[in-house]
């Protein structure tokens, strides 16, 4: 695998007769982001984005998505999870505005 390049996570767990169930089509949507692609994302640096995740940061945020240990010494994120972290963004400051 290259370096920044996201990959799919597949589950054959769930195979019925051959063919991959719906929870199996599912899992086989999801990419793991790595950081990176988180930054761009987000548009936040790497500090900050560890800052988020560190409880005695000033500027943790309890919401944002904590990372996966996919290697010895590599972490990534759930698109998905990256994703509705930003919705939840958007919907903080929709109702912020009004």
Avoid at 14 to 23: A, H
Wanted: proline letters at 5%; aromatic letters at 6%.
């Amino acid at each position: 695998m290259r370096p920044g390049r996201p990959f799919t996570v597949c589950s054959v767990a769930n195979l019925t007769d051959g063919r991959l169930t719906m929870d199996a089509k599912a899992h086989m949507q999801m990419r793991v982001l790595r950081l990176r692609q988180v930054q761009d994302r987000i548009g936040l640096s790497r500090s900050t984005i560890y800052d988020r995740m560190n409880v005695d940061s000033p500027r943790y945020d309890s919401t944002f998505p904590k990372p996966l240990k996919i290697g010895c010494s590599a972490v990534g994120w759930l698109e998905e999870s990256v994703n509705d972290w930003i919705r939840s963004k958007m919907v903080d400051a929709s109702v912020g505005n009004n």
